[in-house]
Nanobody, 126 residues
Framework: QVQLVESGGGSVQAGGSLRLSCEAS????????VGWFRQAPGKEREAVAT????????YYTDPVKGRFTISKDNAKNTLYMQMNSLKPEDTGMYYC???????????????????WGQGTQVTVSS
């Protein structure tokens, strides 16, 4: 049974930093596209960043480029996201997700992601 468990969320002031973690069990991060998505209250879920290890490729959506860094520790089977220079608009529930395939041409298409964590809340105050 696959489980993805996020941690590291919290409340910070604008300009602060957080590091999210997502530990997997029953699943190996090293072979597929994995990433982070978020959902703010009243808004649709949106992609944040994805990573595909075999090629070492990372993908970031425009709102987080230059501020967030996605990474993996295959030995620990854990996905991370370092979030710096946080803004109030980064507030939301953050989910890690794993696709059963490469990132391919659609690294931000949530429909391709098969496994999802329960989420960790990030709140950024101004």
């Amino acid at each position: 049974q696959v489980q993805l468990v996020e941690s590291g969320g919290g409340s910070v002031q604008a300009g602060g930093s957080l590091r999210l973690s997502c530990e997997a069990s029953g699943y190996t991060y090293s072979r597929d596209c994995v990433g982070w998505f978020r959902q703010a209250p009243g808004k649709e879920r949106e992609a944040v960043a994805t990573i595909y290890t075999p090629g070492g490729s990372t993908y970031y959506t425009d709102p987080v480029k230059g501020r967030f860094t996605i990474s993996k520790d295959n030995a620990k089977n854990t996905l991370y996201m370092q979030m710096n220079s946080l803004k109030p608009e980064d507030t939301g529930m953050y989910y890690c997700a794993a696709a059963g395939d490469t990132c391919g041409a659609r690294p931000f298409d949530a429909r391709r992601f098969v496994y999802w964590g329960q989420g960790t809340q990030v709140t950024v105050s101004s």
